[in-house]
């Protein structure tokens, strides 16, 4: 098993910045990449970004690409997620998940998951 805890959330005003931190324990070894979803209010889970854990490629959502940047810290097995020029439709749940193979990455069809961590933007 692997166990996800996310931490940075929080309420921002509109072209704000945050950080998002997902650590990553248990059996780190089996995860082949690692990345975040959200959910808004009524709205089903989406894909935000995800990076692969051996070589970093690095994988966006049109809405996000340009404002979020995914990164990790394999030696602490973290997973960043830099949010820039927050805006109010990037209120949501924030979700860290961990993919445990290449095709699971392809579909976006993570294994884990964490416990998620609010993120809510005012205009």
């Known amino acids: 098993q692997v166990q996800l805890v996310e931490s940075g959330g929080g309420l921002v005003q509109a072209g704000a910045s945050l950080r998002l931190s997902c650590a990553a324990s248990?059996?780190?070894?089996?995860?082949?990449?690692m990345g975040w979803f959200r959910q808004a209010p009524g709205k089903e889970r989406e894909f935000v970004a995800a990076?692969?854990?051996?070589?970093?490629?690095?994988y966006y959502a049109d809405s996000v690409k340009g404002r979020f940047t995914i990164s990790s810290d394999n030696p602490k097995n973290t997973v960043y997620l830099q949010m820039n020029s927050l805006k109010p439709e990037d209120t949501a749940v924030f979700y860290c998940?961990?993919?445990?193979?290449?095709?699971?990455?392809?579909?976006?069809?993570?294994?884990?998951w964490g416990q998620g961590t609010q993120v809510t933007v005012s205009s």
């Open positions: 998940a961990a993919y445990g193979d290449r095709r699971s990455l392809i579909s976006r069809t993570a294994r884990w």
């Open positions: 990076i692969s854990w051996s070589v970093g490629f690095t």
């Open positions: 248990g059996r780190t070894f089996s995860m082949y990449a």
